[in-house]
């Protein structure tokens, strides 16, 4: 007899997933070997037979164990005491886990030993009878866990309120084997086991529990606890459900409820087994029983299913997971995995329940686009594996994996062969492979039989490949050939092309069809006849395929928070203590803590953020700001303005009892975009809405207007003139534009309306010097060189001039709305992160960056200036927020300070156009009412503008110029060149000449130039001042020029 230590433990990941999910059933046409020599064996296995243990015979040569287990209970104690008595296989050596038990005798052949239990483990290579006498103390359990495998629960306990054994509560062994268990319990205790048939015999120490179950098993369970049991027989099935009843002296409605539950289980169970027969046959045993576990589990074993009794409480359990755990009696308890080459089960399972039960509601699309939406969310390059190589599940990324890619491949295949065929081949695998293992070739060569056809191709690019299909459409356009129109687009693929079915829906004003176009290659044309102008192509809109979702299809969800490998948790200043139990959880995900005081912008755009609490400064800085959440806790998701591939969730809570209640159950809840509890019971959930399949526009309408309704500038201004803020916009360089302004102006103004005018000409420093001219206290040459007007806006000022004189006339405030533009230059090259803290502080406290739309727009202008260096555009972005924000808050701040003032805002377009700019962000400080005229845009649509107006073309006096290219050079200004023909020229200027002054305007920059200029008409004179520098040395001269 040989014993031996072994050093570590040998049941693999694999292994261990097996046992929580998956067992060996079933063993017709199979015969023992017991290695007791022929004669013992023949006399064992009549004596099974005779005596009804046992109801089938083993297959020659399989040289399976026998395993009996008698086990006995002392509730007080949490206390197993048992017996195992395992008959050894010739030529076979066994590993034996004992875990945490005590082990007080061991005994080959009758004889004792003293076997060397390293590690919880001991190896055995000999053949005979091994008994083994144990004891084991179950107390509490600790219902912590790893939130990424929500639902596995690995503990084991014995107490009062109930037993769960699932776990190394007995000396378990490698592989398949027969058990026999024998349960002594107290008399109040009913038991459950994987068996076909359950006696109970009363004896003085309790009721002796006896499990028939005549087919091969890798562990044996046991479940028991004060059951009220329910019975129903259903096509031969006898049907049990083992429900807690409650305390029903004080409970008596939540008893009630308890009975009605069972009811509720019974009739799903009913349906499925039903359904299920129809679809893949005969189920496969004589009993199938719901068992509540007193530990949070949710686990399928042959014969039985264990649920926790949360879990079994939960609404939804009877009508969606209770048929996925039935139809692993075929799958996985009856047909079972060989996990050393790959689980197909549990992709298949997910198929044929969840995403069936799905489809049958109409919703199967919504329920394959959650599965790649957590594909997408979970599963990151370090995560990566393929098919073939999931074994079980550990996280959310294996799980997205092994259930959410298995799924879709089922899905996909099949739409390949179609249902007559798939089920077909479903069949043919139970048939085949009944009660023994079966790989993912064994599924492949079950629907190669059933459909007639090769489907290696289709098995290996999904199975040993990492990775999704990723498309895009190109070049879409209708044509008109012969008379019939034709939509043509190229479908390119990301990376090495898969083959596959590609669903194109297209509705037309004629009527809409289907059509499936076959794609293999990375690049591939296709022309479909129509029988209609159809305004967009739809691909893949019930999401049949495994693939990469485009931008506009991937909502903002939990999961994306959870999935980030680079997550922050936004730590704030005040309340840290109410949310330390959501950090630890979040901590122990990998997330990393960082004040939010500390938080940069490179932070933000390269990581998903959990900020804690509404009112944290974060959100002001990218959202302007958050809306107090109602009572409880709650958690948000939005896109990451600065990087919209990462999201920013905002966990808000009233106490720390609520945030603590609701933390742990974050995790289930992947699939929302916001999710609130009051006292840790979920009352509010959804997901944002997204487009359903990759949407191609082909043909934008065609809009008109009509002339004959057209309204007059005058109409237009009486419909606005109470609104509190007007915004008109402009292309700076059209003089007839500015024109406009005035007139909308000069009208209100005769209207006795009290307004400022608001400019983004100016910036907010300034406001001073502004002020200072509308008051009369100095000249325009001065309030141009005070506001740096030249250096910091540059356009022609009488563009503006008469604007501004005629606010001057009429004492009419004008407000500087701007922002400092070396803020604006600075973040446009370095992001917020380049300005100094000085320069924080002169940004608006808080500033939305979450409109989509409006960056879109910006960035067709940034792509078409591509060649000017504008460099990253994620800064160029920030800065323009920064300058709208700015503009937004300057009138707030204005309309505060005087309430009884509207304000009519002068702005480029850009800023003005479908409300991104500005308007909706004043709306967002202030909720003021306001009107948007927009000039000359380039397309119209219905929300461009509230007024849409087209001046007739204006020409603006021209600008006179000296004709020189002036340079700054220590403090003054020289002329580098003259132009020929020049005023300049003519009034004898030269190179290297230092201007002095302009007529009475000394000129100390070359922005004194442009103001000395700027008013002069032709036919004025005036005089030039110099300094040239002779062979005598510097001498001032002046000359006179007519312009």
Known sequence: MTFSAINEVHLSDKTLFNVRRIYNVDCNNQKWNLILGVKMKLIILIALLVSGTFICTVQAGENLPLYNLSVSFDISKNLIKGVSTITLPENREMNISTGNLEITSVKLNGLPVSPEIKEGMFKVNNTGTLEIFFDGTFGEVNGSGNPGNAGVVSNDIISEEGISLTGTWYPRIEGRAYYRLKALLPKDFTAVSEADEITAADTPQGSEYSFNFPYPLTVINLAAGKYMVQKETFHGVDIYMYFFPGDVSRDIIGYL??????????????????????????????????????????????????????????????????????????????????????????????????????????????????????????????????????????????????????????????????????????????????????????????????????????????????????????????????????????????????????????????????????????NESFDVPLNGTPPELVFDGDYDLMRNLSENEYPPVIARLLGDENGLIVIPEKDKKKYEGLIDIFKAEGFIPKEEKELRDENITASSLLVLGYDSPVLKRLFGGWKKPDAGFSLAIAENPLNTSNVVAVADGDSKEEIDLASGKIFHYGQYSFIRFEKGKN??????????????????????????????????????????????????????????????????????????????????????????????????????????????????????????????????????????????????????????????????????????????????????????????????????????????????????????????????????????????????????DYATLVQNPESIDGDVGDFVLFPKPVSPLPVLQLGIFPTEVNGSVKISSVENESVAEKAGLQNNDTLLSIDDWKIEAIDDVKIAMFDKKKGDTIKVRISRKGLAGEKELEFATTL
């Open 257 to 522: 409820e308890n009975v009605s539950r069972a009811k509720t289980y019974v009739e799903y169970t009913k349906k499925y087994i039903g359904m299920y027969e129809g679809l893949i046959g005969p189920y496969p045993y004589r009993r199938f029983s719901v068992v509540e576990d007193v530990l949070p589990t949710g686990y399928s074993m042959p014969t039985f299913t264990l649920l926790g009794s949360d879990v079994i409480r939960l609404p939804f359990i009877a009508n969606t997971s209770l048929g996925h755990e039935i139809l692993h009696q075929w799958f996985g308890n009856y047909v079972y995995d060989d996990f050393e080459k790959g689980n197909w089960i549990e992709g298949l399972t997910t198929y044929q329940s969840d995403q069936f039960f799905e489809k049958q509601k109409g919703e199967g699309g919504k329920y394959r686009k959650k599965l790649l939406i957590d594909y997408q969310s979970y599963v990151k390059p370090d995560k990566e594996t393929e098919l073939a190589d999931f074994f079980g599940r550990t996280d959310f990324a294996s799980e997205a994996i092994g259930y959410g890619k298995g799924t879709m491949l089922f899905n996909m295949l099949n739409n390949e062969i179609g249902d007559d065929a798939f089920y077909r081949g479903l069949r043919g695998l139970i048939k085949e492979k009944a009660s023994r293992e079966a790989t993912w070739d064994d599924v492949r060569m079950a629907f190669e039989n059933a459909s007639g056809r090769n489907l290696e191709w289709f098995f290996n690019q999904w199975l040993y490949r990492k990775g999704e299909i990723s498309i895009d459409i190109e070049d879409q356009r209708v044509t008109v050939l012969n008379g019939v129109p034709t939509v043509s687009f190229r479908i390119i693929q990301e990376g090495e092309p898969y083959q596959f079915n590609l669903s194109l829906k297209i509705n037309t004003d004629k009527g809409g069809f289907i059509k499936i176009l076959n794609v293999k290659k990375e």
């Open 683 to 928: 009352v509010e959930n959804r997901t944002d809405e997204t487009e359903q399949g990759i949407r191609v526009s082909l043909n934008e309408p065609v809009l008109g207007i009509q002339p004959q309704r057209t309204i007059k500038l005058d109409d237009i201004i009486r419909n606005i003139s109470n609104k509190k803020i007007i915004y008109i916009g402009e292309t700076h360089t059209n003089y007839e534009e500015h024109k406009v302004q005035l007139a909308v102006i000069m009208n209100l103004s005769g209207q006795g309306n009290k307004f400022a005018i608001g400019m983004e000409m100016f910036q907010k420093p300034f406001q001073k010097a502004v002020d200072d001219y509308i008051s009369g206290n100095i000249t325009e040459k001065e309030f141009l060189k005070k506001t740096q007007y030249f250096k910091r806006w540059g356009y022609d000022y009488n563009l503006y001039r008469e604007i501004i004189e005629f606010a001057k006339a009429k004492k009419i405030p004008i407000v500087a709305l701007n922002q400092r533009s070396e803020i604006i230059e600075n973040v446009s090259k370095g992001g917020l992160d380049a300005l100094t803290d000085d320069e924080k502080k002169q940004l608006p406290a808080d500033m939305d960056m979450s409109d989509e739309d409006y960056k879109r727009s910006l960035k067709q202008v940034f792509d078409q200036h591509a060649d000017q260096g504008f460099g990253n555009f994620n800064y160029f972005y920030q800065s323009q927020i920064i300058w709208d924000e700015t503009m937004a808050h300057s009138i707030d701040e204005f309309l505060k300070q005087k309430p009884d003032y509207n304000i009519v805002v002068l702005a480029g377009s850009g800023h003005i156009m479908y409300g991104s700019g500005i308007p909706k962000r004043a709306y967002r400080l202030n909720a003021k």
